[in-house]
């Protein structure tokens, strides 16, 4: 999958970093992006040859919170803490027995937009692939609502729906939908440590995503 895209074809891409604003990449970010990619692999060979999604995901969670530990970001909850609402959560996974390949990323920049003349804009590819992991779809919806509730998005519903997508968000569906949530928000809130990604990232991420990740764990409790 390819990293960048010519900006002489006809595909638009949104490159604006959710929550900051336009600035320039500095050697500490730099490798602080090599690190991230790096964790990124271990983390996929962590869970590769899982036996279930359970397994898969346990694992993928346990690297992420074995991370927390390593780069102590500023956490809402402690974590441990954390680890253990978490963990209420996990027999919730077994009812994903049909593994999808999922991007877990989608949020607007990695979204590709073909537009081509006389025809309707479409989706033409996608990119920055790092977290992709065969599991469960719903995983999905987590980046597409990015920081929201897919569940208010009637239009993108309805329009997977009508192309042959499951999307019913029973007590189980929910329950698995705010493990993810929880998940992503501590990559978010972790990653920024060795990306060094600076104070006005992290004010963002304070004000913006810790409440989310406190949300999310507070549903978790709720539903598990």
Same mark, same amino acid.
């Given at each position: 999958?390819?990293?960048?895209?010519?900006s002489t074809d006809s595909t638009d891409l949104v490159r604006a970093d959710p929550g900051s604003s336009t600035r320039t990449s500095g050697p500490?970010?730099?490798a602080g992006a090599a690190e991230s990619r790096q964790r990124a692999r271990r983390v996929l060979e962590a869970a590769r040859l899982a036996?279930?999604?359970? !397994?898969?995901? !346990?694992? +993928?969670t346990e690297a992420v919170l074995a991370d927390v530990r390593r780069y102590r970001p500023r956490l809402p909850r402690p974590v441990d803490e954390t680890a253990r609402t978490l963990r209420s959560a996990h027999p919730a996974l077994d009812e994903v027995t049909v593994p999808r390949l999922v991007h877990f990323d989608l949020w607007p920049?990695? $979204?590709?937009?073909?537009?081509?003349?006389?025809?309707?804009?479409? $989706?033409?590819?996608l990119i920055d692939g790092e977290r992709m992991f065969w599991g469960d779809p719903l995983a999905d919806?987590?980046?597409?609502?990015?920081?929201?509730? $897919?569940?208010?998005?009637?239009?993108? +519903?309805a329009g997977?729906?009508?192309?042959?997508?499951w999307a019913e968000f029973d007590g189980p569906a929910r329950l698995r939908l705010a493990l993810y949530r929880a998940y992503l928000? +501590? $990559?978010?809130?972790?990653? !920024?440590?060795?990306?060094?990604l600076g104070v006005d990232h992290d004010r963002w991420l304070q004000q913006t995503v810790a409440p989310e990740l406190v949300a999310a764990l507070e549903e978790i409790r709720t539903l598990a």
């Open positions: 999958m390819p990293d960048s895209v010519d500490g970010e730099a036996p279930d999604w359970r !397994t898969a995901f !346990t694992a +993928l920049g990695n $979204i590709l937009v073909d537009r081509p003349a006389g025809q309707r804009p479409r $989706i033409g590819g919806f987590v980046s597409l609502a990015l920081l929201g509730n $897919i569940e208010r998005d009637d239009a993108f +519903l997977y729906r009508e192309a042959g997508g928000y +501590l $990559i978010m809130l972790t990653e !920024t440590v060795p990306r060094a």
